[in-house]
């Protein structure tokens, strides 16, 4: 079975930094895109950041210039380093990855994490 892993979430204070780490885990072939979401209560899932496999980034307007989405192909990880936190950035991130799990098998699986809580808060 594939599957990806957040960790990294916590209580953070405004203006501070946090990293979250994506790692996905059984059969695994290639990897293609790679990307985090979030979902504050009472809003709708939004798309945070997104790398493709050949490193090209998206950010959504809210994030761009202080979040930074990287990868390591070699660990299957995917990285979002955030800073300048503000309590609206409080909300549960999901990882979401793009795999093909066999050589022998065309089709990819739209991999989903559980989710880490991050909470910006005094």
């Known amino acids: 079975q594939v599957q990806v892993v957040e960790s990294g979430g916590g209580l953070v204070q405004p203006g501070g930094s946090l990293r979250l780490s994506c790692a996905g885990s059984?059969?695994?072939?290639?990897?293609?895109?790679m990307g985090w979401y979030r979902q504050a209560p009472g809003k709708q899932r939004e798309l945070v950041a997104r790398?493709?496999?050949?490193?090209?980034?998206e950010y959504a307007d809210s994030v761009e210039g202080r979040f930074t989405i990287s990868r390591d192909n070699g660990k299957n990880t995917v990285y979002l380093q955030m800073s300048s936190l503000n309590p609206e950035d409080t909300a549960v991130y999901y990882c979401?990855?793009?795999?093909?799990?066999?050589?022998?098998?065309?089709?990819?699986?739209?991999?989903w994490g559980q989710g880490t809580q991050v909470t910006v808060s005094s």
């Open positions: 979401n990855a793009i795999i093909r799990p066999s050589r022998f098998v065309p089709d990819p699986v739209d991999c």
């Open positions: 059984g059969t695994i072939f290639i990897v293609y895109n």
């Open positions: 790398i493709t496999n050949d490193g090209s980034t």
